[in-house]
Nanobody, 120 residues
Framework: QVQLVESGGGLVQPGGSVRLSCVAS????????MGWYRQAPGKQRELVAF???????NYADSVKGRFTISRDNAKNTVTLQMNNLKPEDTAVYYC??????????????WGQGTQVTVSS
């Protein structure tokens, strides 16, 4: 059994910053890519950023230069530092990971989601 648990989020003013964290736990052998998605009301879930096991980072164009994704392989965590937030960043943010467990390889897991609201 593998779980992803997110923390962070909340209400922030435009131009502010928020840090999201996600920790993977359970029967994990290794973690491939980890990433963050978001879903705004009435919209499809979209990729925000991801980081494969190599450590290279990838971002949606809408967040480049404002968001930073990082991971700690020893702690099975992925973090999303979000700066200069805009109202259009308001969404539920989901952690995602591709994990090799002792039972299966390359399985996708999702966190429960955390709300980020950018408003004055």
């Amino acid at each position: 059994q593998v779980q992803l648990v997110e923390s962070g989020g909340g209400l922030v003013q435009p131009g502010g910053s928020v840090r999201l964290s996600c920790v993977a736990s359970g029967s994990i052998f290794s973690i491939n890519a980890m990433g963050w998605y978001r879903q705004a009301p009435g919209k499809q879930r979209e990729l925000v950023a991801f980081i494969p096991s190599s450590g290279s980072t990838n971002y949606a164009d809408s967040v480049k230069g404002r968001f930073t994704i990082s991971r700690d392989n020893a702690k099975n965590t992925v973090t999303l530092q979000m700066n200069n937030l805009k109202p259009e960043d308001t969404a539920v943010y989901y952690c995602n990971a591709n994990i090799n467990s002792w039972l299966a390889s390359g399985s996708e897991y999702w966190g429960q989601g955390t709300q980020v609201t950018v408003s004055s």
